[in-house]
């Protein structure tokens, strides 16, 4: 069932308040060396100067076509994480839809081990499973589920905006074709790239995260969104499933990473939204 739009009453959770005033952030932008990737690599960083840590932590994942400064440039990601003391992690993916390629590097562990480990040593996170969070539109929207479900007992949450879960299964020009081929292999449907493997895998070991899914009524990856709500309600894969109107754009994106931010926050065990 497609549900209703979601608006959140955020209340104080313990050595994590949520606030009615907004808490100044801080911006780190880290080069740092991946042992999994065997290159240098970077992310951008939102810190609370404010709250009492360790903080819970969002993932941000970005979409085919950007990088780890996008969801800065493009969205007012800060403002929105200033009512609630987090951190806000946005790494940088390339464009390897953060799985582990066929032909390439394991960006699905990169993000679910690797960068997960370096942000807890390096910064106040919270290392409890309900306080980490993974998010991401389009491409970086499947990486969320593709990562999250991967690492189920990592992440006590998941959101995903415009989520591109067929994208190797559309019509594309011969050079993309290539390029999702050594990504995903020829046939990806039932491995590990298959978002609803993963999911059934996390339900059957009793370590499903909350799920989180949005698309836009003009968005042309709306049929995948619907497609993959249809094969999750098959499954018995809890979820949220909520279509808004607009499309593949800025404007929705940062109007609804707000929704999803309030969603993660109901990971949270004194914490209703």
């Known amino acids: 069932m497609i549900t209703s739009r979601i608006t959140a009453t955020l209340k104080r959770n ?37 709250g009492q840590p360790p ?11 950007d990088d780890d400064s996008t969801w800065l440039r493009h969205t007012r990601i800060e403002m929105h994480a200033q009512r609630f003391p987090m951190i806000v992690v946005m790494p940088d993916g390339g464009r390897s839809f953060y799985t582990r390629q066929e032909q390439g590097p394991d960006y699905a562990r990169h993000i679910g081990e690797e960068l997960v480990d370096f942000v807890g040593r ?14 991401g539109l389009s491409m970086g929207g499947y990486g969320a589920l593709r990562v999250g479900l991967a690492y189920s007992e990592r992440f006590g949450s998941i959101s995903a905006h415009s989520g591109a879960y067929r994208y190797w299964d559309q019509s594309h020009g011969e050079s993309l074709q290539r390029e999702l081929e050594r990504i995903f292999g020829p046939s990806p449907e039932g491995t590990d790239h298959d978002v609803r493997v993963l999911a059934n ?45 607009n499309g593949h754009n800025w404007n929705y994106w940062d109007e609804h990473v707000r929704d999803a931010i309030a969603f993660h926050a109901r990971s949270l065990p004194t914490v209703s939204a």
Request: hydrophobic residues 35%; proline residues 5%; neutral net charge.
């Open 14 to 50: 313990g050595g994590c308040p949520v606030r009615k005033e907004t808490v100044l952030m801080s911006w780190c932008s880290i080069r740092w060396s991946s042992n999994v990737l065997k290159k240098s690599t970077s992310m951008q960083v939102l810190l609370p100067d404010g």
């Open 201 to 245: 895998r996390a339900k059957t070991a009793g370590q499903l995260p909350r799920i989180w899914m949005d698309c836009g009524r003009n968005d042309f990856l709306l049929e995948d969104s619907r497609w993959l709500h249809r094969e999750f309600d098959r499954d018995g894969i809890v979820h949220e499933y909520v279509e808004f109107d």
């Open 55 to 65: 903080f819970p932590t969002l993932y941000l994942l970005h979409g085919l076509s």
């Open 122 to 135: 390096t910064f106040h996170a919270a290392p409890d499973q309900s306080a980490r969070w993974i998010g």
